[in-house]
Each structure stands twice: as structure tokens, then as C-alpha cells.
């Protein structure tokens, strides 16, 4: 019972920034551009938060601190790709290398580390079984109700509202929506930058669920979350759905490595694994935006 | 239809440009003077045999993913998976390394080992352009999963199986396949990590574009990447090609394990050669698929790393490392798309 | 006049693709605008709507000077374009594609469509026109027809009184030209000003009441439809008499097949047989998309088949790869010049290279020399120009990358050869040569399966003609029955 609890609060926790990171992805790939800048949208949102929570003391504002972070890596990636037309893959490529080495030379000049950051909004420890507490501990976390927050604000945009139809316009044809007078360049600009909010807020609850900023604390969570998008169709409940399934399996490392028969390398290497195979045998099913790239 | 010099010019020029702009602002925020950090940097990476040997020892991996990279984009291939494959080529020297029999003639032992690092970059890359061409998988995707798998599996094996004793490194390769530092021909370089496998570093590229332009193999690689259609409609294996390319780009990637561990450091362990396979996309777009080019970028590169490590006592050496991305940004938006196309000659 | 252009020049680089080209539009009234591929009729509609911009001359639109609008002004005047190629979202439905840009809105900020506002408005647009379709269907469930409909509710729905229509009949059936032409008939009657582009006569007078013919730019014929004979607007068209093939062959009636087609079924193809002898001809006419791609694909080995054989002269060649094929002795030569004809990213050496099955394995190492020798040796023979062996076919006008590509595959053994659209947006004087350099080849004993659009092509080349209608061969004759009359029935399927 109480390994189960623990499971599922795991879950929860390691569900909650590809979750996010997902959804921001599933706008910007609808828009026609490739993102495996998702990355470095997430470390550089765990960092703003890190940064947010030490100044303010409140997850809120520390969330705050992500969403802007994260969009402007989003605007960004927008100026590159979009404004001066580089090659989608290779200014990901650059996004996520300048999130990694600009986290490291801040986290150097303000709290003088190479590797971390002091730890942030810890708590007195609470009382009662190990599966309870950590249940509890996962479900305190603003981020992931924000997550469900962002998962029916993106259902709605995508499906139900003009700006939705538009980006999926851009992404399949973008010279239909030339046509009709609205431009590519600024529907995918904001597609972009929402899409960096959402996977910096991803990011934070990294950092807010550890109580601390590491370097290069989102080792591949942005490239599994791009892959989410892609089981999930490049639509966002299914995504969602992808998402949990490979947060599950990072429950399942974190539940049990140490404890069972089972090697941990096994276990640390389940998401990759899955998803791998996931994305090939779906590979042919779904259909990707016709002008991604 | 030749470039003039000015096109040729212009993705450097505007990277250089960007990356100051951005680099001295950073240094700037981080409360140092740029003039001062410029000056320690340029002296740390240039100024002594020491600080050269270092640059070029440097730049030796970056050579090697760079050529790698630009292959698999003749291919109108996204090889992202270079850093895997040379954690793969490094896995494979530090396996094959300590087993070369002593007597075994030198030349005989570093050659094996090198076909273990390559074949072990040719498994990752063949697995991801066969993944491409009978699955339909994106190749970014399936090689950045690559990736994370190589790179959870050399922990393990670094920390356990592979493990040298109470040492956090492997076994030391056999003396039979160890490639000899330049240090003992020029004793002003002592302690530099520069072996000669430099010299396989700045041969490489050359082989690798005369592959392209000068063989059917090379022909159909560059067929592929124009117009997959054709290559298909000509009854060329669209398969065969897919696995070629990425095999050849893989291999490339995993030459860098030969540097490593046969060249600078003798043995593996956990970190050695990360980021290399993704700066390697950097030194690609810069390089254009011209050797001459590429070599120069990862020479660029190195210094930056180099320089970086010099000035760390006053700004974090990560600050010259944000040059990288901006160059990517700024060149990436000239060349990469024509570079992708295989327009590039 | 609701829309005039006066005197407009246009140049890419040093080609002047428009010269002093005028042209007007009145309420009421349809103006064909007729002209061979390239002769700068595109250009001229992205100059009118706004697109591109002209190097000297004015675009007037309801009397007021226009210098430089975007699509959105455009569309605010009163002017709409269907474009050639079709600007639908496939994965939206024919509501939401009608009233993208102009969504009605709902919900809060108005952030949500209005999609019963938009499926009314479809509807009674559609009543009004004539132009019937339900609103809630995906694009990507609707035939040609059917998305040329959404074009024009698209632009109508905008509210447009001049619409520009770019070769809006290439892609669709006789039937379907006929619908298109009485919604058109009915849209000018209620008063809008109509651009009709097309090459094909028969609808230029059966719609036009002015016609404007462009050549090479320039504007060789302005006047009233009724002033005017087929005669004259073909010869304006061409600027004079079309240059004639010769031909040298000896009668060889008896010669042996050298590539046969038996029931074949596959995707798009359904029971289909043909064979074609050596020194023959054999067109192929139909109305694009009814199963000649899939045929010549399937034979040449690139699209699998279900059932049938096809044997290429005594070899059995149904189990063959695309590459045994080639070595057998096929040629191909698809429509799509640029995607799988050629390799535009590669030189004219490299593409003519390739060509050779040996390129498709092996690894050998290449003579840079031989290569430059082998393709100037091709390219003084097919008159390529530029005549640079290491030139990229990206850089070549249509005509020379066609030449290039029909000379990669007549320039090496061959016992069959199919050929389509051989000189589809190629200039006359290139087209001339490509037609002629088949007829040479069949003279030598090459046996060839043409398709074409062109009715004319075909019964310039063919020795007999079939029609193929989804995915069959319905009929074959002669090519001296092959007319216009006797063929038109059986491409619509009148006659099945």
C-alpha cells in the first residue's frame, strides 16, 4: 500500500514538467517548427524558479519567475528560426546549448557554485507513513495543478479556438494562411513563445519538487517530452496520455531502483527505451503538420 | 556557379560578431572586464605552446563529430546522435583497449581498436537511419534517444562492470595500442593532452568529402539528400543508402573513442567526451562540408574551451562556452538549410 | 473598370518575364487571359492581387492607384485570387477553411470560433452561388472539385467583386469544368469582374467575353471574344506556326513486344493490360489522376502491385526491383521533373550519372574527367545550355533540366522507355527537341508508353492511342481516329 502511494505520487511528480513541456511542445509543432529546443526551455524555467524562490520565498512567484523565463527562450528560438529562418533542428540544438552553459555561468555568479544552487523552500519535514507523506508532498506542488490547468487551456486553444485553427494552419499550410492575410511569422512567434512558458513551468517544478537547482537537471525530460508529442499524434490530450505513460516509467525507476532484483541501468534506461519503441511502432499511424520542419 | 569569397565570408563574419556582442555582455554581467577576459583567453588558448597544444587537443573530437555531422547532412540527414556515438566509440576503445595482446606490433593494436570505436558508432548510426528508412522514424528523435540510452548504460558500466579497481576509470589500454602524446618530441608541451591522433582528426574531413564527391557510393549518398524520390525512382535501396550514411557518420563520430582513450588519457570514465557530439553540429555549420573550413571551426571551438578554462579564476569558463550557441544561431540561419539540401559543394 | 493594369515590366534577374503588359477588368464581364506555360500569366495575377510587386507600370483598382497592398487589403477591396495550387488546410473542415482569417468569434475576448456562424454563412453562400457542399466535411475526404468549390466560397466570402482564377480547370474532370464555368457565368451576371486563365481554348470561348493572349511577356492580343476565330487566338498563342517533327521509320509492323502489361492491379490501377513493340508509340490520354501516375510507377518497380505481370521483352519482370528493371532495359521518365525526375541540388553530370544502373550500388571511385567528358558530350548533342557539366539543374530553366532528364535515360540501352508529360511547362523550341529526340529513338527500335495532357502531343507522337479512366484502359484506336471528338467521351467515362 505504501509503495503504491509512493508509485503514484512519482508519477504525479515526474509527470507534471513533461506534462507541461508536452503541451508547449504540441503548439509550437502544430505551428511547423520542429522544438528539441524543449530542453533547454526546461532548464533554463527550473532555474528562474530556483532564482524566483530564493528571492520571493513563494512557489508562486517562483512559477511566475519559469513562465517568463521560459518564454522568452521560447521568443528566442521564435527569432531564430521563424525571423531569421534557421534550420529548426540546428537553432534547438543552440537553445539547448545556451541553456546549458548560461544556467552554469549564472548559477557561478549568484550563488557562486558550479554544480548547484542553495536549497529552496524546504519545509519541516510532515508526519505520518512514507506513502502519505510523498502523496501529499506531490500533490502540494502549484505546478501540477497548473499542469491540468494548461492541459484544458490547450485542448480548448487547439480545438476550439481561432487562434488554435490558425496555428494548425500554419503548420499544415502555411501559404493558405498568406493567402488570407494573417501572418505566418507572427502566429508561429506566439505560438513559440507560449509553448517556451509552458516548458519553463515544467521546468520549476523540477526544481521546486528537489528543492534545489543542479546543472543540466533536465537530462533528456525536454527530448522525451518531444517524443510524447509525437506518440500523442501532435494532439494534446493523446499527448497528455503519452506524457503519463512515460512518467510512469520514471515512477517506477524511482520506486524501485535499490530495491528489487533489477538493475538500476535497466531501469534508468525504460523511458528512453519505450519510447523509442513507442515512437517507431506508431511511426506511419499519426500524422505529423505537414510543414514541419 | 562558385560562391565569392564575401558569401563564403558572411556566416563567419556574422557568427563573430553575434557571438562578441553576446559573450562580452555576459562577461560584462558577471562583473569582469571584457578587455581583460579577452586578453587572458586569447593568451590562455594561443599564447603558449602549452595553451596551443591544449587548443588543438581540443578541437582533435570536434574535427571529427563536425565531419560527422556534415556526412550525414549530405545524406539529408540530422545526425544529433554524434554525442551518443562517440560515448559508444569511447565504450569500445575502453573495452577493446586493455585486451590488445602486449606483443602485438603498435601500429596493428591502435588500427583494432579504432575499428571497434567505429564499428560501435557505425551500430548506433545504422540503427537510427535504419529506424528512418523502414519505420519512418525522425532520425532526430530516435538518435537523441539513442543518446540517452548509450549514455545510462556507459554510467553503469563505468561505475560497475568496467571498473578499474578501487580506480573511477577503466582499465588502462595495453602499451601495444596506446597512441603516444607529442610531448616527447616537443618537451615544451608537457602534460598538454595532444597526441597524434590530431593527425586522424585533420585527415578525416578531407577523406570524407572526397568519399562524398568521387565515389557511386558518395553519388548516391548525395542523390538521397537532394531528392529521396529520385534516388527511388532510379531503384537505388532508399534503405540502403538511409544505413550507409548514418553507419559512415557514425563511424566518424566514433573515431573520437580513439582519441581518448588511446590518445589523451589512456583508459575511459563517466563524462569523457560529453557535449562534443553536440558542439560537433556547431563546427558542421560552420564548416559548410568544406575540410578546410570544418578544421578551422573546431579549432575556433577548441580555443573557446580552451580559453574558457584560463579565464575561469575571473568569469565562469561556461561564459566563452555560450559563444557556441550563438554561432549556431547566426551561422545556422545562413547555411543550414542550403547545407541540408546538399547544395553545398 | 473595377481592376486595370497598364504597361507592367517584370524581371527575375536578367529574364524579363513581363514587358509593357496591360490589361482591365469590368463589372459584368469575363476576360480570359490565355498564354503557354511561362509566358508570364502567374506572374501577372501575383502583380494584380498584390503579391509581387512591378518593376515600372501602375495597378489601378476602382479607379485609386495601388502601390504595394497585402493580401489582407487586397481581400478588404474586393478582390479575391484561387490560386493554382490550392491554399486549403486539409485537416480543417470546409467551414473552418472558408473563415480562416475572418473566424466569427464567441466566448470571452471572442477567443473562440464561431463554428455554427461559419457553417451557416458556408451555406447560404453556397445556396447562392450554386455551390453546394457540406460545411463540416474535411478537406482532405474531397475530390479536386470539391476543394476548387471551397477555393471559391473562400473568396467569396470575403466579399469579393473581381476574382482572379489561375488555371482553375487544369485538375478537373470535363463534368467538373462544366460546373465550374456556369457558377462562374452566374457570378458575373450578378455583376463581378472575372479573370479566367487557361490554355485550352474550347473554355476560353465557351465562357470569355474579352480574351487577352500573352507571349513571352507581352500582350500579342486584346479584343472581344466575339471578334475573334480559335484560329487566331492559337496562332497569337504560339506566335505562328508550330515547328513539325520528322520522322524516318521504316514500317515495322511484326516487330517483336518489348514490354507487355497483364491485368495488373495495385493501388489506383485496376486491371490493366497493355503492350507496346518495338519502334511503337503507345499515348496514354485521360484526365489527370485517374491512375497514370500509379501505372507508370508500378511498372517501373517503385509502387507494388497486387496482381499481374509485366514482362519486358522475354524476361518476366514482375518480381524485378526498380533497379533489375533499369537494368533490363526500362527507362522512365516521371511528370514530376523536380521532385523524381532529378536531383536539382546535383550538377548536370552528376544527375546524368546517375542515370547508369551501375551508380546504384558499388562503390567504385569516380573519373572526375570522364564525367565532365560523358555530360559535354550529352549536352552539345540535347543543346543543354548553360553548357557546364558542373552547373546545378536547380540553376536550369524547365526546358533544360527536362532535356537533361530525358537525355539521362535515352542516352543508355533501352527496350522500353515511359515517358510522361515530356514537355509539361517546357518552351516550344525545347519541347520540339524533346519530341524529336523520342521520335529518333523509336526509330532505332525504342518502344515507348507516352502520357500526356496534351491531346496534341500524343497524336504527334503515338502510333495508337488508349484512354485510361480510373485506373483502366477503356478504349484503344489508331492515332488517326484519335480525335477530340472520339476521345473526349471515353476520358469521362461517357462511353463505360
Same mark, same amino acid.
Given at each position: 500500500m505504501n509503495a503504491l502511494l509512493v508509485f503514484i505520487a512519482q508519477c504525479i511528480s515526474a509527470t507534471t514538467p513533461l506534462l507541461l513541456a508536452a503541451l508547449g511542445g504540441t503548439l509550437s509543432e502544430r505551428a511547423g517548427v520542429a522544438t528539441i529546443a524543449l530542453e533547454g526551455y526546461i532548464l533554463v524555467g527550473a532555474f528562474a524558479a530556483a532564482v524566483g524562490a530564493l528571492a520571493s520565498g513563494s512557489a508562486l512567484f517562483a512559477c511566475a519567475c519559469a513562465i517568463v523565463a521560459g518564454a522568452l527562450m521560447g521568443a528566442l528560438f521564435s527569432l531564430s528560426t521563424?525571423?531569421?529562418?534557421?534550420?529548426a533542428i540546428v537553432a534547438g540544438v543552440a537553445v539547448n546549448l545556451f541553456a546549458g552553459a548560461s544556467t552554469r555561468v549564472a548559477l557561478k555568479v549568484l550563488y557562486d557554485s558550479a554544480s548547484n544552487s542553495p536549497p529552496l523552500l524546504t519545509r519541516s519535514a510532515r508526519t505520518g507513513s512514507i506513502g502519505a507523506v510523498s502523496l501529499i508532498e506531490s500533490l502540494s506542488q502549484p505546478v501540477t495543478w497548473l499542469a491540468l490547468l494548461a492541459l484544458v487551456a490547450v485542448v480548448t486553444l487547439v480545438h476550439k479556438s481561432a487562434f488554435g485553427m490558425r496555428v494548425e494552419a500554419a503548420g499544415e499550410h502555411p501559404d493558405a494562411l498568406t493567402t488570407r492575410g494573417v501572418s505566418v511569422e507572427r502566429t508561429r512567434w506566439i505560438a513559440l513563445t507560449m509553448g517556451g512558458a509552458l516548458a519553463g513551468l515544467g521546468g520549476a517544478h523540477l526544481s521546486l519538487a528537489q528543492h534545489e537547482f543542479v546543472a543540466y537537471m533536465s537530462a533528456g525530460r525536454g527530448f522525451l517530452a518531444l517524443a510524447a508529442v509525437i506518440i500523442g499524434g501532435w494532439k494534446p490530450a493523446r499527448t497528455a496520455l503519452a506524457a503519463l505513460s512515460i512518467g510512469a516509467l520514471y515512477a517506477l525507476e524511482a520506486t524501485l531502483s535499490g530495491r528489487a532484483a533489477i538493475p538500476t541501468v535497466l531501469l534508468q534506461a525504460l523511458p528512453f527505451a519505450f519510447t523509442l519503441v513507442a515512437v517507431v511502432g506508431l511511426v506511419g499511424r499519426v500524422r505529423a503538420p505537414r510543414a514541419l520542419g | 556557379m562558385t560562391e565569392s569569397r564575401l558569401d563564403r565570408a558572411a556566416p563567419w563574419l556574422i557568427a563573430a560578431g553575434c557571438s562578441l556582442v553576446a559573450v562580452n555582455v555576459a562577461i560584462w554581467i558577471a562583473g569582469a572586464s571584457p578587455w581583460h577576459v579577452g586578453k587572458l583567453a586569447f593568451a590562455g588558448a594561443f599564447g603558449s605552446a602549452y595553451g596551443l597544444a591544449q587548443t588543438l587537443a581540443k578541437a582533435t573530437p570536434l574535427a571529427l563529430t563536425g565531419a560527422s555531422v556534415a556526412f550525414a547532412l549530405r545524406a539529408g540527414l540530422f545526425n544529433v546522435g554524434a554525442e551518443g556515438q562517440v560515448a559508444a566509440g569511447v565504450l569500445a576503445a575502453a573495452v577493446v583497449g586493455p585486451r590488445v595482446p602486449q606483443g602485438i606490433p603498435w601500429g596493428i593494436g591502435v588500427i583494432l581498436v579504432a575499428c571497434a570505436s567505429m564499428a560501435a558508432g557505425a551500430l548506433l548510426g545504422a540503427i537510427a537511419g535504419w529506424l528512418k528508412a523502414a519505420r519512418g522514424a525522425h532520425e532526430v528523435l530516435s538518435t537523441l534517444m539513442l543518446n540517452g540510452l548509450v549514455a545510462v548504460l556507459a554510467t553503469w558500466l563505468y561505475s560497475?562492470?568496467?571498473?578499474?579497481?578501487?580506480?573511477?576509470?577503466?582499465a588502462p589500454v595495453s602499451a601495444g595500442a596506446r597512441i603516444p602524446a607529442i610531448d616527447h618530441v616537443l618537451p615544451a608541451l608537457r602534460g598538454s593532452a595532444l597526441s597524434y591522433a590530431v593527425v586522424l582528426a585533420a585527415i578525416v574531413p578531407f577523406a570524407a568529402k572526397w568519399y562524398l564527391d568521387r565515389t557511386r557510393g558518395g553519388l548516391r549518398i548525395r542523390a538521397l539528400g537532394a531528392s529521396p524520390a529520385t534516388a527511388q525512382s532510379l531503384g537505388h535501396s532508399v534503405l540502403a543508402t538511409n544505413v550507409r550514411a548514418m553507419a559512415m557518420a557514425g563511424a566518424l563520430a566514433g573515431l573520437v573513442g580513439v582519441h581518448y582513450v588511446l590518445g589523451f588519457k589512456g583508459y575511459a570514465e563517466d563524462g569523457l567526451g560529453a557535449g562534443v557530439g553536440f558542439t560537433g553540429i556547431a563546427v558542421a555549420m560552420l564548416g559548410a562540408g568544406r575540410p578546410i573550413a570544418t578544421l578551422l571551426a573546431a579549432v575556433l571551438f577548441g580555443a573557446l574551451a580552451q580559453g574558457g578554462l584560463a579565464v575561469n579564476a575571473v568569469v565562469p569558463s561556461d561564459t566563452l562556452l555560450l559563444a557556441q550557441s550563438i554561432v549556431l544561431v547566426s551561422v545556422g540561419a545562413v547555411v543550414a538549410r542550403s547545407l541540408a539540401k546538399g547544395a553545398a559543394r | 473598370m473595377t481592376l486595370s493594369l497598364s504597361r507592367v515590366h517584370k524581371r527575375y534577374g536578367p529574364r524579363a518575364v513581363l514587358e509593357d503588359a496591360s490589361l482591365s477588368l469590368e463589372p459584368g464581364r469575363i476576360r480570359a487571359l490565355v498564354g503557354e506555360n511561362g509566358a508570364g500569366k502567374s506572374t501577372l495575377v501575383k502583380i494584380a492581387c498584390g503579391m509581387l510587386a512591378p518593376d515600372e507600370g501602375a495597378l489601378r483598382f476602382d479607379q485609386r492607384a495601388v502601390t504595394g497592398w497585402s493580401a489582407r487589403e487586397a481581400t478588404a477591396a474586393g478582390l479575391g485570387v484561387v490560386h493554382q495550387h490550392f491554399t486549403l488546410v486539409?485537416?480543417?473542415t470546409v467551414a473552418d477553411n472558408v473563415v480562416l482569417g475572418r473566424e466569427p468569434r464567441r466566448g470571452p475576448f471572442g477567443l473562440l470560433v464561431d463554428r455554427d456562424n461559419a457553417r451557416a454563412r458556408v451555406r447560404s453562400l453556397g445556396e447562392k452561388h450554386g455551390l453546394v457542399i457540406d460545411p463540416d466535411r474535411r478537406i482532405e475526404s474531397l475530390s479536386v472539385g470539391e476543394r476548387q468549390r471551397v477555393e471559391l466560397l473562400r473568396v467569396l466570402d470575403g466579399g469579393a467583386r473581381c476574382v482572379l482564377l489561375d488555371e482553375p480547370t487544369a485538375v478537373l474532370s470535363p463534368a467538373e469544368v462544366r460546373g465550374l464555368l456556369d457558377v462562374l457565368r452566374s457570378l458575373a451576371k450578378s455583376g463581378a469582374a472575372l479573370l479566367f486563365i487557361s490554355h485550352k481554348l474550347d473554355e476560353v470561348f465557351a465562357i470569355a467575353d474579352d480574351v487577352t493572349v500573352l507571349r513571352r511577356g507581352r500582350v500579342v492580343l486584346d479584343a472581344k471574344a466575339s471578334e475573334l476565330s480559335r484560329d487566331d487566338v492559337a496562332k497569337a498563342v504560339v506566335g505562328g506556326e508550330v515547328p513539325s517533327l520528322r520522322s524516318a521509320r521504316v514500317s515495322e509492323a511484326e516487330a517483336r513486344v518489348a514490354l507487355r502489361v497483364d491485368g495488373l492491379v495495385c493501388d489506383g490501377v485496376d486491371q490493366l493490360s497493355l503492350s507496346v513493340r518495338r519502334g511503337e508509340v503507345l499515348g496514354i490520354a485521360g484526365v489527370e489522376g485517374n491512375g497514370q501516375r500509379a501505372l507508370f510507377e508500378a511498372i517501373a518497380g517503385v509502387r507494388a502491385t497486387q496482381r499481374g505481370t509485366i514482362t519486358l521483352g522475354d524476361r518476366d519482370a514482375t518480381r524485378d526491383s526498380a533497379l533489375e528493371r533499369r537494368r533490363a532495359g526500362l527507362g522512365f521518365v516521371p511528370e514530376d521533373r523536380e521532385n523524381t525526375g532529378l536531383c536539382a541540388a546535383l550538377s548536370i553530370a552528376e544527375n546524368l550519372c546517375l542515370g547508369? *544502373?551501375?551508380?546504384?550500388?558499388g562503390d567504385g571511385a569516380l573519373s572526375a574527367r570522364k564525367l565532365r567528358e560523358d555530360a559535354l558530350r550529352v549536352i552539345e548533342r540535347y543543346d543543354i545550355r548553360p553548357a557546364d557539366p558542373e552547373a546545378p539543374v536547380r540553376s536550369l530553366s524547365g526546358g533544360n533540366a527536362q532535356k537533361v532528364l530525358v537525355a539521362r535515360e535515352l542516352e543508355r540501352p533501352l527496350e522500353a522507355l515511359l515517358l510522361?508529360? *515530356?514537355?509539361?511547362?517546357?518552351d516550344i523550341g525545347a519541347a520540339t527537341a524533346i519530341r524529336q529526340h523520342v521520335l529518333d529513338a523509336r526509330d532505332r527500335g525504342l518502344a515507348v508508353v507516352l502520357v500526356s495532357s496534351e491531346l496534341d502531343e500524343l497524336r504527334a507522337l503515338s502510333d495508337r492511342v488508349a484512354v485510361i479512366f480510373r485506373g483502366k484502359l477503356v478504349t484503344e484506336m489508331p492515332v488517326h481516329e484519335a480525335t477530340d471528338e472520339r476521345l473526349g467521351p471515353w476520358m469521362i467515362g461517357a462511353n463505360t
Open positions: 521563424v525571423t531569421l529562418k534557421a534550420n | 560497475g562492470p568496467l571498473r578499474f579497481g578501487a580506480q573511477v576509470h577503466t | 486539409e485537416t480543417l547508369d *544502373p551501375a551508380t546504384a550500388t510522361a508529360q *515530356p514537355t509539361r511547362g517546357v
